[in-house]
């Protein structure tokens, strides 16, 4: 029979625990300790690196990589103001003996003019004599006024393109002041101009000039 006894077991006589087992010999004493050094396998001396388990969602954070700064945005360039199409004329050369102001301006017969055109013209001279004008020397224009009309400043022209009664400013003609187209003649067609001269020597002393001729109109 088993007892325990300080932590190991031991067996009684056979006889004690069954009468029918009386005057067998004695079962050798098994030390409880022993068995269980027996049994208890002894530690390995491998030890296997298991890799270290990391829960998900514990990784650590990546911090992100920095975003570079936008530059500013430029500042949008005004749109440009459309020419106007209702642009005042300006003359192109300046008008001698004129008494010329956008406040003030000059006048012709008594009445306020402005400039609407500048032209290229070939400009020639003439007088009202036979040297000139015959066989129609006399002293009568093509528009019937008088060729001392205007003081004897004024200008043959070609009437298809400017009619009797344009005004017209011609640089180095009457001190640049304006005069009116109230003539005509045979050889002067299309950019052509005759200004008059009392006589002959003054209009050839006037020789042929190109210029640039300024048309004006009444701006009243």
Not at 68 to 93: H, Y
């Amino acid at each position: 029979m088993l007892i325990a006894a300080g932590g190991a077991m031991r067996l009684l006589p056979n006889d004690a625990a069954d009468p029918a087992q009386a005057g067998k010999p004695l079962q050798p004493l098994i030390v409880l300790d022993e068995v269980e050094a027996a049994i208890t396998p002894a530690p390995s001396s491998v030890v296997e690196d298991v890799p270290e388990f990391t829960p998900a969602g514990s990784e650590a954070e990546v911090e992100p990589a920095p975003v570079p700064a936008l530059a500013p945005a430029a500042e949008p360039v005004p749109a440009a103001a459309p020419a106007s199409s209702a642009a005042a004329f300006e003359p192109t050369i300046p008008l001698a003996g004129a008494s010329f102001d956008r406040e003030d301006l000059p006048t012709f017969d008594g009445r306020p003019i402005r400039p609407v055109q500048t032209i290229t013209m070939l400009v020639t001279a003439y007088s009202p004599d036979a040297a000139s004008c015959a066989p129609f020397a006399d002293g009568i224009t093509a528009s019937g006024y008088s060729v001392h009309t205007n003081g004897g400043q004024m200008v043959a022209a070609d009437t298809t393109t400017l009619p009797f009664g344009t005004i017209l400013t011609i640089p180095g003609y009457n001190e640049g002041l304006p005069v009116p187209v109230l003539d005509r003649g045979g050889a002067i067609k299309g950019n052509r101009l005759d200004v008059l001269y009392p006589t002959h020597n003054a209009a050839l002393q006037w020789g042929v000039q190109t210029l640039e001729v300024v048309i004006w109109d009444y701006a009243d």
